[in-house]
Nanobody, 126 residues
Framework: EVQLVESGGGSVQSGGSLTLSCAAS????????MGWARQVPAKGLEWVSA????????SELDSVKGRFTISRDNAKNTLYLRMNSLKPEDTAVYYC???????????????????WGQGTQVTVSS
């Protein structure tokens, strides 16, 4: 029933920008914290950013703080990740994630989530 569909990934030069979107359906979107995680083969899964259900509290991985901005539009059941000043180390598959709770957790643990998107590839070249 839960469906999360990411879009907006692509290939950009270092320093460029991308905005990822996640269209959510099949659940009460406004009742759950949402987040973004990324996966690189050499590093595995890594938590990136999260936002509480109300959208008035956010948290970001230190390495993306100041460059990435998570937001949500509960009226549109959509989650966003604005990525600026992209670096090659940001290259990964990015996943939209649904927390089981209204609040979020910042440590990387798949047990916090009960919904995942299909992922969208972000590639940043030097």
């Amino acid at each position: 029933e839960v469906q999360l569909v990411e879009s907006g990934g692509g290939s950009v030069q270092s320093g460029g920008s991308l905005t990822l979107s996640c269209a959510a359906s099949g659940f009460a979107f406004s009742n759950y914290a949402m987040g973004w995680a990324r996966q690189v083969p050499a590093k595995g899964l890594e938590w990136v950013s999260a936002i509480n259900s109300a959208g008035d509290s956010t948290s970001e991985l230190d390495s993306v703080k100041g460059r990435f901005t998570i937001s949500r539009d509960n009226a549109k059941n959509t989650l966003y990740l604005r990525m600026n000043s992209l670096k090659p180390e940001d290259t990964a598959v990015y996943y939209c994630t649904k927390f089981k709770t209204t609040w979020y957790y910042t440590n990387t643990y798949s047990g916090w989530y009960d919904g995942w998107g299909q992922g969208t590839q972000v590639t940043v070249s030097s």
